[in-house]
């Protein structure tokens, strides 16, 4: 990992703020976060971890909903990476292997890796408010001309709040005497005249220090420095510690890739935006071994192959974006290489600009070249068809689990003022928490009977649900909420013709099919 971590800022190009218009429209959003946050609550997608102490910064709790949904945009990565991974550039399907590594190991794999030394963001305290913030997440509002007005500290993509205290703290001035830049751009000097985001007073800034984002822990009895253990900050390095097992124990020929997804941690200065950066969350990478030959085709490939996998699970290609790393940007590891690729998703709070969805990173030999120095341990490959011993070079897609969550839950959420719940949830079926509910149109006549035999024949296959209560309309409204894609009333006419109707979720549009035809109907959808 990198000594200084690049996390993308939302634009890197910041328009200085031209008047209170233009500001507006550059905070017009598609989807409002409060109103998809209480949704999430609303509904069981999410939920803040510990809500009954008040809750603990920076960790999510997962409901029922938002464990199937995720679970179910898992399962999608791992079937289409390991299970089924895509067809190679030359049409031959690709050899990729699952593991599912310790969440701590050695220290001194992170020692190897660079985490102990260098896995470090910069952040700043205010001395008034006690306030932490990482020092490349802050933006300084400053006048152009008057050195005598005190500047205002701003969190990166908030500018609504500025606009306040600007019109509070600065009255009778314009905002277009006024130019935005980031606090890096800033002497230490210079924080003297700043005042903190959330400060009254200018000057409680401290100047910048590197702080260690790995969680501490002991392992044993014996709590001392000989015990400190870490939990893992990325899932890559349990990949890389078992390249050499995975080697002697699967029938792999490089170029293979070794793909595991599970929980990381990082003690994160600013954890925010809900889940997007949080403090415990759940990685999906794969890690691609190829000849280092070869590393610059297949590193296109699967910056080209993540982009459109993305879109396969229901993101819009118009809030997507492929966007290079800039040389500033480069982490150690992929110096020397064909750079890293990010995979940005327009989120509502990086709107107009994008927010890092995945990383796709040439990682050159760093990782194993650097385990096999540290743990003197031969780590070369022999490859028999160029008789040739070398470290392969690694490709490497990390995409953020429970980050693609977020994405798809803004991509869903979509207002519709005509329709009882004023929402539906427009998730890819194959990302639906509920594929189907079934409705006996009222509790009698026979339809809970046969609502209830249709309920036990799909089961077995699908996430289904079957709701008897309240009028038929609310039951639509609660199934638009949780983004179910298809609801079957069981209605008089049902016990006579055997057949059922089917709403469709994002249409609202209904159609009558046979009975006998719904686990057909449902399967052709799931695809
Ligand atoms: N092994 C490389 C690596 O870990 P990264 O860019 O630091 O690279 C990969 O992380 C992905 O993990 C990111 O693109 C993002 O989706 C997700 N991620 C990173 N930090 C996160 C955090 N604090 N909260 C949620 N997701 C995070």
């Not at 709790?61 to 895509?86: F, I, Q, S």
């Not at 606009?163 to 002497?187: N, P, Q, V």
């Not at 040439?362 to 003197?376: N, P």
Request: proline share 6%; net charge negative; hydrophobic share 35%.
């Amino acid at each position: 990992m990198p000594p200084a971590r690049p996390e993308v800022p939302a634009e890197r190009e910041r328009p200085a703020l031209a008047g209170a218009d233009d500001l507006c429209e550059e905070c017009t959003l598609t989807v409002s976060m409060d109103d998809l946050v209480a949704l999430c609550k609303r509904r069981g997608f999410i939920f803040p971890a510990s809500e009954l102490y008040q809750g603990i910064n920076g960790f999510w709790d997962y409901g029922p909903l938002g464990t199937e949904l995720k679970n179910n945009l898992r399962d999608a990565w791992w079937h289409d990476m390991v299970r089924c991974p895509p067809l190679g550039p030359d049409g031959t399907p690709l050899s990729i292997v699952g593991v599912d590594t310790a969440i701590i190991q050695n220290p001194r794999v992170w020692e190897a890796s660079g985490h102990v030394g260098g896995f470090n963001d910069p952040m700043v305290d205010c001395r008034e408010t006690k306030n932490r913030y990482r020092h490349d997440h802050l933006m300084v509002l400053r006048h152009r001309d008057d050195a005598t007005v005190p500047m205002f500290a701003f969190m990166e993509g908030e500018p609504e709040a500025v606009h306040k205290k600007l019109k509070k703290l600065a009255k009778g001035r314009e905002l277009d005497e006024f130019e935005t830049l980031a606090l890096t751009e800033l002497a230490v000097a210079d924080f003297a005249h700043v005042i903190g985001p959330d400060a009254k007073a200018a000057g409680t800034l401290t100047e910048p220090r590197q702080f260690n984002l790995m969680f501490k822990t002991y392992v044993g009895a014996v709590q001392n420095e000989d015990s400190i253990a870490y939990l893992r900050p990325e899932t890559a390095q349990g990949i890389f510690l078992n390249y050499k097992n995975v080697l002697d124990t699967m029938r792999v020929k490089v170029p293979f890739g070794i793909a595991q997804i599970g929980k990381a941690f990082r003690n994160e200065v600013t954890p925010r935006n809900y889940i997007f950066r949080s403090r415990e969350f759940e990685q999906m990478e794969m890690e691609w071994f190829c000849h280092p030959d070869d590393a610059k085709t297949w590193h296109e490939f699967w910056c080209k192959q993540r982009g459109q996998w993305w879109q396969s699970v229901g993101l819009r290609s118009d809030d997507l974006q492929l966007r290079p790393h800039e040389a500033d940007e480069l982490a150690h590891y992929a110096k020397g290489g064909a750079g890293t690729f990010d995979i940005e998703y327009r989120f509502p709070f990086t709107a107009p600009g994008y927010g890092e969805l995945e990383g796709v990173a040439h990682r050159v030999d760093f990782d194993l070249k650097q385990h096999q120095e540290h743990a003197k341990s031969k780590l070369q490959y022999f490859d028999a068809e160029r008789k040739e011993r070398y470290l392969p070079h690694v490709i490497e897609p990390a995409g953020g689990l429970t980050r693609g969550v977020l994405a798809v839950l803004c991509e869903a959420y979509t207002a519709d003022p005509e329709r009882p719940s004023k929402v539906y949830m427009k998730f890819h079926p194959r990302l639906a928490p509920i594929k189907a509910a079934i409705f006996p149109l009222v509790a009698k006549e026979g339809m809970p009977e046969m609502a209830h035999k249709l309920y036990q024949e799909l089961r077995t296959r699908y996430a289904v649900e079957i709701d008897v209560k309240q009028a038929v309309g609310k039951r639509y409204a609660r199934m638009d909420e949780a983004g179910t894609p298809y609801c079957f009333t069981i209605d008089g006419d049902s016990l006579g013709d055997q057949t059922v109707t089917v709403r469709d979720r994002d249409t609202a549009g209904q159609q009558r099919i046979a009975i006998d035809k719904v686990g057909d109907f449902l399967a052709e959808r799931m695809r």
